[in-house]
């Protein structure tokens, strides 16, 4: 069964500071990893992903997030956050299989960004 | 362009009351999926349709719950006899054939 873990019900950043919402993740196949951010009384909306290749991927809104094979993890990142970032955050996991045939998500818990002024 | 649109955005009923739930996915998306997300949690799969078949139902709760779509677009959730903790925000994306899935806003189901 695959899994995964929000670390932190909270970050507090201030405005300018860099962030890191942390996340792992625990599969038996090939993981894909998605973060997305939901915004109050709005659907989620799709930030990043990694399937393959580079470790960095770059995503929306200046948003980044590094791939760590050997540790499972797949942290979101911003070098200068705002103020307007300030949202849940939600990292995902699908397991693809050894038949590349999975197709759900499986969410983590959540993680609250607030960025002060 | 367009995108995934579901009504109603708020629906209030009594237990043991019948609820349908309905989900316009993005125009050309194959892929429907539904998720129920508790307060203070994660989004948990539910149902995923390719095309007009149900291919993975293992995330539906209890009989109570069923899905259909029946061509290949529009998806319609159905509760039978509600409870309590039915409750929750019914979250339903779409994607083309393996790329990420695209969200709408829900559907905030209450049942008193």
């Known amino acids: 069964a695959q899994s995964v873990a929000q670390p932190e019900d909270q970050v507090n950043v201030a405005e300018g500071n860099p962030l890191t919402v942390k996340c792992t993740y625990s599969?038996?196949?090939?993981?894909?990893l998605f973060w997305y951010v939901q915004y109050p009384n709005r659907g989620l909306q799709f930030l990043l992903k990694?399937?393959?290749?580079?470790?960095l991927v770059k995503g929306s809104y200046g948003f980044e997030a590094e791939f760590n094979k050997s540790q499972t993890s797949f942290h979101l990142k911003k070098p200068s956050a705002l103020v307007s970032d300030s949202a849940l955050y939600f990292c995902a996991v699908r397991d693809i299989g050894v038949d590349n045939a999975g197709n759900m998500l499986t969410f983590g818990g959540g993680t609250r960004l607030m960025v002060k002024p | 362009g367009a995108g995934v649109s579901q009504t109603p955005s708020n629906k209030v009923t009594e237990k043991g009351k019948y609820v349908e739930l309905r989900c316009d996915p993005i125009s050309g998306h194959t892929a429907l999926y539904w998720y129920r997300q508790s307060l203070g949690q994660g989004p948990e799969f539910l149902i995923y349709?390719?095309?007009?078949?149900?291919?993975?139902d293992s995330g539906l709760p209890n009989d109570r719950f069923f899905a259909v779509r029946p061509e290949g677009s529009v998806s319609t959730l159905k509760i039978q006899r509600t409870e309590r903790g039915d409750s929750a925000v019914y979250l339903c994306?779409?994607?083309?054939?393996?790329?990420?899935?695209?969200f709408g806003p829900g559907t905030r189901l209450t049942v008193t």
């Open positions: 349709f390719q095309g007009t078949g149900a291919a993975d």
């Open positions: 994306a779409s994607s083309s054939r393996g790329r990420e899935q695209y």
């Open positions: 990694y399937i393959t290749g580079d470790n």
């Open positions: 599969v038996s196949g090939n993981p894909y």
